[in-house]
């Protein structure tokens, strides 16, 4: 045990945060803290480090631990340089290591009599430097550096970062001193995709505890062995990553739900024996009636149920049909300054595909969607031709298609007035605006919200090729879900840039990667992405070679390639087209044999159904030759039928 909490309460005046909170963390847990906006989370971890007093409850720690936290904001100050910032990470190992060249320097005036007792000490001193990583340290430094994408200034000065920076920074030296208990909020709010999945990778491989608030799916999926979720001030934790969170929460509510339905029905079935003992009007039924009726109150009445995940719904419907060619684009260039961003780049998109486009911070992505939709002109000439029947929707983070003097109802009512109140309120919640929220004026919503009020209106334009520039920005996890599952009923036509890798890996089937000024083709979703990512590498390695200014440390990074792409592209397309026959013929198989197994369950339990009619007669209740014949066929009829579907799981899972 590393930490257990026992039933935590917080509230600020009469409002109550946090109720009951209990968790339990073992050694090495990777445990995610999850829930709304609001709901405690920020709070707890601050409670843990003492920063916030506790209303009530116990916290009970390992002895002798050592904790290590960042905040999502680090007000840090220091003359240092990063680089020294991190050395004084491993003050321990520099003393070590001083004294170890102390004693290497002493050598020569130690007396002979003493000098095994002088190096036995000497050897167990370089024994514990060793154990403590004394030989990497600075190594692990660059490591850390290089990984928080500090590597191109590491002499730059603490008092000259960015808040952003400053709390990159926090997280470099808790990561450098491993405490038992690391304690991290949004970690990865200040962080690209590159430096995502080192420090992915990093917590991974390290023994401590973490417990780490996010909002990143993929990021928890990847860490986490553990996640909690805080509900209406209450907690539960579930073993396992988000995936396994969304299957067992799922399942913890449908379980939450039959056990409602079954005591509303219990309820009901005792107020109606009730109901029926007093109609006899006589002193037995009475008391009998009143005797349940005592038991009936001191029954618990358990709360319905209520999950959002499971109420909201989008629906997205485009009014017309789009022809099969829906974007070609030939020849778009753009530079910023002295700053190339792409040349000469092209793609095509077809009807119904949902495509995702990637790339580093700055690399052009937003750029593209601009000039597709006019906003942004191509340095060079080029060809963009979108097909027959294409109606655009377009949301970027700065659009301006809302009415400030309006209120968030009114802006959507007034622009589709055939939808209904509930419509509107429903489509309003999914995009986190609920009760009397609908009725604000839009000019008092922060720069988020009204992405979120431009977003809910671009869902419902009934266009047919949506192109969003980071549409989860601003959502919470129970939005993004709703989005995510609305784009996937989509009929449409989709071009996204996003950053969200677990919303790309449940929306996209296919991705353009922004590499170096090239766009590179991956046919599939984020995660086919990644595994071709690094076969597609080791090919231009082998083509191109390392880029001629890259250094032996840049080596593993991508941006050091200079990628060929249309080679690269001819052998992914090769490779796709392989794998994807392969694939289809095994999809096709296990489709014909989950059929098969169906029909085989369908009419095992329509014989069992028809041995109950026929156990059920009162000739062959009193026949024990029959009945017993039909006992016997319906107990092996129930194996076969528990077999049937343990291969039927076997298979859909």
Known sequence: ??????????????????????????????????????????????????????????????????????????????????????????RDLIEYESKLREMEENLSSVKESDM???????????????????????????GVLN???????????????????????????????????????????????????????????????????????????????????????????YEGNYDDFIVKKEQYFDSLTAAYENQQREIKRQMEVIRKLRSFNREKSIKRADSRQRMLDKIEIL?????ADNEMKLFLSPDKESGKDVLSVKGISKSFGERNLFTDIGFEIKKGEHVAIIGANGSGKTTILKILNDLLPSDSACDIKFGSNVT??????????????????????????????????????????????????????????????VLAKIMLSKANFLILDEPTNHLDMTSKAILEDALNNYEGTCLYV??????MNKTADRILSLNNGKLINYLGNYDYYLEKRDELEKIDLLINGPANNASNSDVDSISSFNVSASTINDTAAKLDWKEQKQAQS????????????????????????????????PETAVNSAKLNKLCSEQAELNDKLSSLYDEWETLNS
């Open 1 to 90: 045990m590393i930490l257990n909490l026992n039933n935590i309460s917080l509230s600020f005046g009469e409002n109550t945060i946090l109720n009951n909170i209990s968790l339990l963390l073992n050694e090495g847990d990777k445990c995610a803290l999850i829930g709304d906006n609001g709901t405690g989370k920020s709070s707890l971890l601050k409670i843990i480090t003492g920063e916030y007093s506790k209303d009530s409850g116990d916290l009970f720690f390992k002895k002798d631990i050592t904790i290590g936290y960042v905040a999502q904001n680090q007000d840090y100050e220091s003359d240092n340089t990063l680089y020294d910032e991190l050395l004084e990470c491993k």
């Open 116 to 142: 095994d007792d002088y190096m036995n000490r000497y050897h167990s001193m370089l024994e514990i430097f060793d154990k403590k990583g004394g030989y990497t340290y600075k190594s692990e430094i660059n």
């Open 147 to 237: 990984g928080l994408s500090f590597a191109d200034d590491p002499n730059k000065r603490i008092n000259l970062l960015s808040g952003g920076e400053r709390t990159r920074l926090m997280l470099g030296k808790i990561l450098l001193t491993k405490p038992d208990l690391i304690l991290l909020d949004e970690p990865t709010n200040y962080l690209d995709i590159k430096s995502v999945e080192w420090l992915e990778n990093y917590l991974t491989g390290i023994s401590s505890t973490v417990l780490f608030v996010s909002h990143d799916r993929y990021f928890i999926n990847r860490i986490a062995n553990k996640v909690a979720e805080i509900f209406s001030s209450s907690i539960i934790a």
């Open 303 to 307: 709360d319905k149920p209520v999950s």
């Open 392 to 453: 655009i929707g377009y949301f970027d983070q700065q659009s301006t298609v809302i009415d400030d003097n309006k209120t968030l109802f009114d802006e959507i009512s007034d622009t589709y007035p055939n939808m209904t109140q509930t419509e509107i309120r429903n489509t309003l919640g999914a995009f986190l605006f609920s009760d009397d929220d609908v009725f604000k004026k839009i000019s008092v919503l922060s720069g988020g919200e009204k992405c979120r009020v």
């Open 498 to 503: 996003s950053h969200d890798r677990y919303f």
């Open 586 to 617: 095994e999809k096709r198989k296990l489709e014909n044999k989950i059929k098969s197994i169906e029909a085989e369950i369908e009419k095992t339990e329509s014989r069992i159904s028809a041995i109950d009619e026929e156990m059920a007669k």
